[in-house]
């Protein structure tokens, strides 16, 4: 094993020779098969728990992207933080779990920020549809 002095002045060529190690099918195979053993499985669900706490703004913006919203993202996002009542039935949320995002199912256009009651009423119709 290297001293730390001998690996502090050879780095960029222990980090090129990770690169290409990372790179080989072998390496390859034993990732997935990591990723798919049990401790491989509770490390992954760790390190998701601890990411959706500290990154909340990018974790939000994802699932609006998957749901097929159709929007700015960041000024959306910051409208959506700062709403502390209902667009419809004007209720003060009493949590973040309370506060939706209402959109168009059909054509992705955003709607308003709603409550979770007024959100699964949805008889609101889109202006583009």
Known sequence: MPSKEYYAKNREKYLEAAKLQRLTPEFKALKKKYRESQKGKETAKKYNKKYKKENPDVCRKSEWKKSGIICDYDSIYDIYINTHKCDHCKKEFES??????????????????????????????????
Not at 103 to 117: A, K
């Open 96 to 129: 973040s779990y309370d506060r939706c995002l209402d959109h168009c199912h059909s054509c992705g256009t955003v709607r308003g920020i709603l409550c979770r009651g007024c959100n699964r009423w949805d008889k609101v119709k889109c202006y583009l549809c």
